[in-house]
């Protein structure tokens, strides 16, 4: 009988052992689902904001310069890519 009993409470300890590690794996899978969702559920509204945002604050750009104005390359706010990029198309009507 006693070998029996070994057995039995041996089955009855390893279903505990198997049915606690089952339910620990079933919550933590369910914990990051939902905090995948909460994750994508803050994207999309950040989209949403940024949508709206460049509803209300549309990108202003300004005109450009015309290529034979003159520069003053002291000045702290100059855009130096317009300077170039003006300069190669003055240099590209020159050159045709």
Do not use: W
């Not at 909460?38 to 604050?57: D, M, N, R």
Request: overall charge negative; glycine content about 4%; some cysteine.
């Amino acid at each position: 009988m006693s070998t029996v009993n070994v057995l039995r409470y041996s089955a009855l300890g390893l279903g505990l052992f198997f049915g606690f590690r089952n339910d620990m794996i079933l919550k933590c899978n369910a914990k990051k689902k939902e905090e995948q969702a909460q994750y994508e559920e803050k994207l999309k509204l950040v989209e949403e904001a940024k949508k709206e945002y460049a509803k209300l604050h549309p990108v202003v750009t300004p005109k450009d310069v015309p290529a034979n104005a003159s520069f003053n390359l002291e000045d702290p706010n100059i855009d130096f890519e317009r300077v170039i990029l003006n300069a190669v198309e003055s240099l590209k009507e020159a050159s045709t």
